[in-house]
């Protein structure tokens, strides 16, 4: 029931900043965690950042310093804010949420955004 609509990607230079956004619908009182994955040409997908219904938040090593996830607790929409991007940090970056349902945890995807980070 639940479905993410993901937006912000784009191209920015070494240094610059982009904010990604991530807006829930349906069932969204079933969600219990948003965050980022996201994944590079001939790499593995990697967490990038996670924000729990409480507030709590986790980043990659990658991450820490300079992305900050949040979550506005009105329309449940999610932000990252990238600062300070580096040209390693280009990739498809894909919204998640885990939902909560019949006992056990599901994740949802959004439909992913490309960030790319000239040098």
């Known amino acids: 029931q639940v479905q993410l609509e993901e937006s912000g990607g784009g191209l920015v230079q070494v240094g610059g900043s982009l904010r990604l956004s991530c807006t829930p619908s349906?069932?969204?009182?079933?969600?219990?965690?948003m965050g980022w994955h996201r994944q590079a040409p001939g790499k593995q997908r990697e967490l990038v950042a996670t924000i729990l219904k409480s507030g709590s938040a986790y980043y990659a090593d990658s991450a820490k310093d300079r992305f900050t996830v949040s979550r506005d607790n009105g329309n449940g929409t999610a932000f990252l804010q990238m600062n300070s991007l580096k040209p390693e940090d280009t990739a498809v970056y894909y919204c998640?949420?885990?939902?909560?349902?019949?006992?056990?945890?599901?994740?949802?995807w959004g439909q992913g955004t490309l960030v790319t980070v000239s040098s």
């Open positions: 998640y949420a885990v939902v909560a349902g019949w006992g056990r945890f599901l994740d949802v």
């Open positions: 349906g069932s969204i009182t079933s969600i219990t965690g």
